[in-house]
């Protein structure tokens, strides 16, 4: 793995550590999609817009708008479906809360 690799690689780790983020991935998995709304019921409103920024960078998850009628969604991706299929079923509901990545 080259060095760019290897720090996106850390980033990425950094980022599903955070506190939020795989409440957020969780609930995407169990339920298909989900509204900004149904993630600040459990969150203050900085952590939600920042946890999704970075999925969304990361390309782990896709936000979709909708005009008329206004709706606005959130799901995972194919690569995030991917990526994170095996996390999950390897560390359970509680997922990365019990670990120390970095």
């Given at each position: 793995?080259?060095?760019?690799?290897?720090?996106?690689?850390?980033?990425?780790?950094?980022v599903?550590?955070l506190?939020?983020?795989?409440d957020?991935l969780h609930?995407?998995f169990?339920?298909?999609t989900?509204?900004?709304?149904?993630?600040r019921q459990?969150?203050n409103?900085?952590?939600?817009?920042?946890?999704?920024?970075?999925?969304?960078?990361?390309n782990l998850i896709?936000?979709?708008?909708?005009?008329?009628?206004?709706?606005e969604w959130?799901?995972?991706?194919?690569?995030g479906?991917?990526d994170l299929?095996?996390?999950f079923?390897?560390t359970?509901?509680?997922g990365?809360?019990?670990?120390?990545?970095?």
């Open positions: 793995m080259d060095e760019k690799s290897e720090e996106e690689a850390r980033q990425l780790l950094r599903l550590g506190a939020g983020t795989w957020i609930f995407l169990e339920n298909g989900g509204s900004y709304l149904d993630f459990s969150m409103t900085h952590t939600p817009n920042t946890r999704l920024n970075a999925l969304i960078e990361y896709v936000h979709h708008q909708v005009r008329n009628p206004r709706r959130y799901e995972i991706t194919e690569k479906e991917g299929r095996t996390l079923e390897n359970g509901s509680e990365l809360k019990n670990y120390r990545l970095i």
